[in-house]
Structures are given as C-alpha cells and as structure tokens.
C-alpha cells in the first residue's frame, strides 16, 4: 500500500485535526510554490493516466467534499482537463433513490468504483452519509434501518465501515485520495452573493444552499470527526484551503501528481513468452513485405 506524501495540508492520522486551526488561505510559508500550476501539470497527469491504464494493476480514487460553492466542480474540471476521457469517470451523488435505500449505505458508491487502470471521481460520496444526515439525522428515517441505533453509535460505526472498506480496497490496488476543499464561511458568502447579482451565474444560485448555511457549525463538526476517523496513509485526507480558487486547483493537481509518481507506475515489460511471440510476428510481417 502506498505512503502519502508529504503536505502541509495532509490530515494527520492520529486524529489530531482540528477544523478551526485548518487555513482556508493558501501556507506561505515556503510551500507556496507548490501552488503554482506546474507549468506541465496536465500533461504530467495525462502521461501518468497512460502508464496507469497500460500497467492495468491500479486503480486510482478522488474523492471531493466540500461545503456548497466551493468549488467542487471547477476544481475537477481543471483538475482532468487534457486527461483522456476514456481513462476516467466522474460520478456525482445527489439524495439516494429510492433503489439506493433498498441497499446499506456503501452500495450506490461501490458499484461506482474505478476498475483497474482508471482514474474515478466522487463528486460527493459515501461520506454524506456521515455528513449532512449527521447534521441532519431526520434523513435516517427514510433509510430503512434495520435496528434502532443511537445517534451516538452510528456515526462510529459508519466510519468504521468506511475505513475499512477503504483499507481492503488499498490493500487490493485502489490508490485513493480524498480531497476536503475548505472554503471559510464568508468566502462562501462572497460567492453566493456573486451568484444573486451576476445573471450568468444566477442559474447556480440555490435557495436550498443557503439554508444549509445555517447548519455551518455542525457540518464543521461532522467533517472534523470523519476527517480524523478516516485520514490514513492508504486513504489520506488533505484538507485544501480553498478561498483561493487557482491556488486550490493547483494543489489538488499537484497532490494527485506526486502521489501516482511515488507509487512507481511503469509501463508493463514484456515477458520472454511475449518476446517470442514478438520475434515470430516480426518475421511474418517481415516476410510479408518481401512476397
Ligand atoms: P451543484 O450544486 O454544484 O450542482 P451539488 O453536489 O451541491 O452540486 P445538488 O443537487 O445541489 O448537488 O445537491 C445534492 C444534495 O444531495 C446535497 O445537499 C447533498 O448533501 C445531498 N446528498 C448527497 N448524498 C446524500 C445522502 N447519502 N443522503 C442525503 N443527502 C445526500
Ligand atoms: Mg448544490
């Protein structure tokens, strides 16, 4: 399993994060070069995506969780431009169906994971389920639980089923990386309100976001438990100040690249049984040209 590199942004794993000490501005301290888009970082992705889809033994995970305006989107729109479209797939998860409540809570997500080869994006996921039904447990009655649970158990018990789906997927060659885009609450204001008095954006603006809004504090309790309970070096959280929009981008990118450069992908070798084959080939296109 792999190690997570480096970063000032890494959520420790022994469960010593603290939202209120995260930054929702970018580190100066000497680190912040690392947000500069590295002038190649697209085709550095795009060149690793290649070697990860013809080694075929890796799959590779981003998950994204934000609060509302964010910057989700934008950020795996920058993030995957220039990577072939047919080495990756996005999945967005919105409130489960009505088939997804028919299954536990990991089903509509695990039947969405990357295959080997892959690069796969949760935008949103499983985590939800710790979140805003966390912050909003009504929800849990629409879930057709088995067995009444306290509310204090079951959050535990929900992350204890994510780590350790999360370890067996390591274990079996799914890089993941999950990616915690904290915006602070007045950049979110500023956002908002940029999307009330812009026409051209007033198709994102959502009466429901603001609402949510109101719940700021319990989220941030939520995400501060699910961070700490399920940061781990096979399935590392950063948590990426984002009131800075490029400077998120280029972090997120930056994680991803040094990570899939640490994990040595290289493109297969051939065995000696293929190199046969090869040489006989040879000879037969060989021989065809003369005839
Ligand atoms: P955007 O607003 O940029 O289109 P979004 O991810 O916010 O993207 P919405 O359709 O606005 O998409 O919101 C999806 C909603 O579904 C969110 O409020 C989210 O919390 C909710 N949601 C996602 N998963 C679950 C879940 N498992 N249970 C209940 N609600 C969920
Ligand atoms: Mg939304």
């Known amino acids: 399993m792999f190690e997570a590199p480096e970063s000032p942004y890494l959520v420790p794993f022994d469960g010593s994060f603290s939202v209120a000490d995260?930054?929702?501005?970018?580190?100066?301290?000497?680190?912040?070069?690392?947000?500069?888009?590295?002038?190649?970082?697209?085709?550095?992705?795009?060149?690793l995506q290649r070697v990860l889809a013809a080694g075929d033994r890796h799959a590779v995970l981003l998950v994204f969780q934000a609060m509302d305006a964010a910057g989700k989107d934008s950020t795996i729109r920058a993030v995957m431009q220039g990577v072939d479209p047919s080495g990756c797939q996005v999945f967005s998860f919105k409130k489960p169906s009505s088939?997804?409540?028919?299954?536990?809570?990991?089903w509509r997500t695990t039947c969405r994971l990357p295959e080997r080869g892959r690069i796969g994006i949760f935008?949103?996921?499983?985590?939800?389920?710790?979140?805003?039904?966390?912050?909003?447990?009504?929800?849990?009655?629409?879930?057709?639980?088995?067995?009444?649970?306290?509310?204090?158990?079951?959050?535990?018990?929900?992350?204890?089923?994510?780590?350790?789906?999360?370890?067996?997927?390591?274990?079996?060659?799914?890089?993941?990386?999950?990616?915690?885009?904290?915006?602070?609450?007045d950049e979110q204001k500023r956002r908002f309100l940029a999307r009330l008095d812009n026409p051209a954006?007033?198709?994102?603006?959502?009466?429901?976001?603001?609402?949510?809004?109101?719940?700021?504090?319990?989220?941030?309790?939520?995400?501060e438990d699910a961070l700490n309970a399920t940061s781990r070096?096979?399935?590392?959280?950063?948590a990426i100040p984002a009131d800075d929009k490029s400077y998120m981008r280029a972090r997120v990118a930056n994680t991803i690249i040094d990570t899939?450069?640490?994990?040595?992908?290289?493109?297969?070798?051939?065995?000696?049984d293929d190199r046969q084959e090869f040489a006989e080939s040879r000879a037969e296109l060989e021989g065809d040209a003369k005839r």
Request: net charge neutral; no cysteine.
């Open 123 to 185: 935008n949103r996921s499983q985590y939800e389920e710790v979140l805003v039904v966390r912050v909003h447990p009504q929800i849990l009655a629409s879930q057709k639980l088995p067995r009444e649970l306290s509310l204090e158990n079951v959050w535990n018990e929900r992350l204890q089923s994510i780590r350790e789906q999360e370890e067996h997927l390591a274990r079996n060659g799914t890089v993941i990386l999950k990616f915690w885009l904290n915006v602070s609450k």
């Open 22 to 47: 995260a930054t929702t501005t970018a580190v100066t301290d000497g680190h912040r070069h690392k947000g500069k888009h590295r002038k190649n970082a697209t085709e550095k992705l795009n060149q």
């Open 260 to 272: 899939l450069e640490s994990i040595g992908l290289k493109y297969p070798e051939p065995s000696a």
């Open 233 to 238: 070096p096979w399935a590392p959280w950063y």
């Open 201 to 223: 954006k007033n198709w994102k603006y959502e009466p429901r976001d603001v609402v949510e809004r109101r719940h700021w504090d319990d989220y941030m309790l939520a995400y």
């Open 99 to 106: 088939l997804e409540l028919d299954h536990d809570f990991l």
